[in-house]
């Protein structure tokens, strides 16, 4: 199924990432039409349908000249920087400059300004920017990815962080995309929602290394850190003091039971449960 004649195209930020290509991808098969924004349009998707513009999110005027002509907009958040809120603001700015009708925000489970993780309070004060601008909006608010634990062990097989006994609902990256999908099909029947996307159940890291263990083969243990070990650990990486932070905050917002809610929107939006981290590791559903 195509879009009818004459229908604006979608505008999609992210596609040369796993998750903003994921979406653009989904919207492809479903036959719209996209403009897919992107710093470098060699690492861009090739889709039916889809148009790749060099539009970073800190040129305001190659922006409102991307956005042009578009009526509903993804907004994947940007890469994790200091100015990272600065550039969403940008963004959102040369949305309404150009007359978007809706925007679709990929926030994060629990944005607050006083959120344990560090970057879920850059998630509230571009949502707080969005809802300032006027513009209809949608909020995505994702978990961690359940994609990235098997990332948390190291080459000895440890997963090490301040975590205690805390527990996270991690949501596939595939129901993310697909709700977002969904969404951005008929915008008008979400407006002004906030979907809280997460996982079936919320699992400790004790119990995310026994799914490792038990997938891979290779055993694989949960160390829980001190908060100054945690940063101690870190070090060597040589990463600035925000990114450390961050980092960390991961952990602790873990600890600090902020990341375990367990939400029925992927459910709700796509007609199916999320999938577990076991279906991941499984390569299903």
Do not use: K
Not at 146 to 155: H, K, N, R, V
Not at 190 to 202: I, K, M, S, V, Y
């Amino acid at each position: 199924m195509t879009a009818p004649a004459g229908t604006p195209p979608i505008a999609v930020t992210g596609a040369t990432g796993r998750l903003g290509g994921r979406v653009a991808r989904l919207l492809a098969d479903a036959g719209v039409a996209q403009r897919l924004l992107v710093r470098d349009p060699s690492r861009a998707p090739r889709l039916p349908g889809a148009t790749a513009v060099v539009a970073p999110f800190g040129d305001p005027t190659a922006l409102r000249q991307a956005l042009a002509g578009t009526s509903t907009v993804l907004m994947v958040s940007a890469s994790e920087t200091p100015d990272r809120v600065d550039l969403h603001r940008s963004f959102v700015d040369a949305a309404v400059a150009v007359g978007a009708e809706h925007l679709v925000y990929v926030s994060f489970l629990g944005a607050a300004p006083d959120a344990t993780f560090t970057l879920a309070r850059d998630h509230w004060a571009t949502e707080e920017h969005v809802r300032a601008s006027g513009l209809a909006h949608t909020f995505l608010r994702d978990n961690l990815y359940a994609d990235f634990l098997p990332m948390l062990a190291g080459e000895d097989g440890v997963i090490r962080g301040p975590a205690g006994d805390g527990r996270v609902s991690a949501v596939a990256q595939d129901d993310i995309a697909e709700v977002a999908a969904i969404v951005l099909r008929d915008p008008a029947s979400h407006a002004g929602l906030t979907h809280d996307l997460t996982g079936p159940r919320a699992v400790s890291l004790e119990e995310v290394a026994a799914a490792l263990t038990a997938a891979t083969g290779r055993p694989v243990t949960y160390h829980a850190e001190t908060v100054p070990e945690g940063y101690a650990s870190r070090a060597r990486y040589g990463a600035p003091d925000w990114q450390v932070d961050a980092w960390v905050s991961t952990y602790t917002a873990i600890a600090a039971g902020e990341l375990a809610a367990v939400s029925s929107a992927v459910a709700d939006v796509t007609g199916h449960p999320p999938r577990s981290l076991e279906d991941l590791l499984a390569g299903g559903r």
